[in-house]
């Protein structure tokens, strides 16, 4: 029959039929943004700091004249040179995307098929989970063990595995993997190892050096934590350019745009203010980490900007809903199976005054 034969069954009505994969997906919730009001927002990591001064310059140089009726470099090349000489590799081994959630799509996209397997930790970031699910892949999820290591059950053959993701530092618990065990790991699995960056600015060590001594290491940045720049919509992969050349063929031809290649490329060169917002960071982190261990919480050494914590008696729902209620969040997080336990950004010195303080109050009346 040709196939393009108009149908007897024209559409009908009613609400389209999506693709089963699609309607059993479980929809990811990202943290509150609330729009308005006063919040002391300690929920997303988002960086309490203002970006460099020289991102606003950027933004409005590339603003000027009939710039924004160009369309941007499809490759953000003057991000790619600048980031590889802030980062001592070459430029061919960057890929850029429009925040690092979608270089995470990319990946998936290049090397998870349908019914295929990518493996991931847990509990950790679930939005990996998300987008195996809309490729119609299945996740093979491996619980950390209680000191917040992985078994070898991660790096275990298993038939149709494709992909492996690992946050490191991960989140929600601020933990670091050592560069030696990941550098092992990737050696063993037979596919990719996709190593999450999103929060080593923060941390001891990085696994930059992986990607040239191993050939299926894979890193991601962001610019949303480190950078404070989460509301600009920035991220790059490094890989070996073998493996680069076949992401670029599955992004979208304009992943980023003119605005948001300038601001990082102007963001990536201040490595002066990187530093300082770094050790600022941490100092309150310190500080946050000691009141809440003061307070009764088990609290997990963070190596990112944000801190992992659970109480043996309070009920973790209720500590956040009476935060909540005094305008500020911070977030609860509920792992089917695993257990609960409260996020908490680092955010200022003061907003984390103004947190410590509501918290103490309500430790008393719950
Ligand atoms: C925040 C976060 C990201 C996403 O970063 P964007 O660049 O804002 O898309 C990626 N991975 C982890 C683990 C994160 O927490």
Redesign the pocket.
């Known amino acids: 029959m040709d196939p393009n034969t108009p149908s007897a069954a024209a559409f009908s009505g009613g609400t389209p039929p999506v693709r089963p994969d699609i309607a059993a997906l479980a929809p990811y919730v990202p943290g509150e943004q609330p729009q308005g009001g006063r919040w002391i927002k300690l929920n997303t990591?988002e960086n309490p700091y203002p970006p460099p001064a020289a991102v606003g310059d950027a933004i409005r140089d590339a603003a000027s004249g009939r710039n924004l009726a160009k369309y941007p470099d499809p490759l953000a090349t003057s991000f790619r040179k600048q980031a590889g000489e802030t980062l001592g590799i070459d430029p061919d081994w960057i890929l850029c995307g429009n925040?690092?959630?979608?270089v995470?799509t990319i990946l998936v996209r290049t090397f998870l098929g349908q019914g295929e397997s990518l493996r991931m930790p847990y509990p950790s970031?679930i939005?990996y989970r998300t987008l195996a699910g809309i490729q119609g892949a299945r996740c093979h999820e491996v619980t950390f063990e209680t000191d917040w290591s992985l078994s070898p059950l991660f790096t275990a053959a298993r038939s149709g595995l494709r992909l492996a993701i690992i946050?490191n530092p991960n989140?929600p618990s601020g933990t670091l993997l050592s560069k030696e065990w990941l550098l092992e790991a990737a050696q063993q699995l037979p596919c990719p190892l996709v190593i999450?960056e999103?929060?080593v600015d923060f941390a001891e060590t990085n696994c930059l050096d992986l990607v040239a001594a191993c050939e299926n290491v894979i890193i991601?940045r962001?610019?949303?934590?480190s950078y404070a720049l989460?509301g600009l919509?920035?991220?790059f992969a490094v890989a070996r350019p073998q493996i680069i050349e076949q992401l670029t063929k599955v992004k979208d031809s304009y992943n980023c745009d003119t605005l948001s290649i300038a601001a990082a490329t102007a963001a990536i060169a201040d490595t002066a203010w990187l530093a300082r917002t770094r050790s600022l960071v941490i100092a309150t982190r310190t500080r946050l980490e000691a009141s809440l261990a003061a307070m009764g919480f088990s609290v997990q050494p963070s190596q990112a900007n944000f801190v992992w914590c659970t109480h043996p008696d309070k009920n973790h729902r209720a500590i956040y809903e009476a935060l909540k209620q005094q305008g500020i969040l911070i977030r609860w997080m509920n792992y089917p199976g695993w257990g609960d336990g409260l996020r908490v950004s680092v955010g200022t010195e003061e907003e984390t005054d103004a947190f410590l303080a509501a918290l103490a109050s309500i430790l008393e009346q719950l």
């Open positions: 990591n925040g690092s959630d979608d995470l970031y939005l946050p989140s999450d999103a929060y991601t962001s610019f949303s934590k989460a919509r920035f991220g």
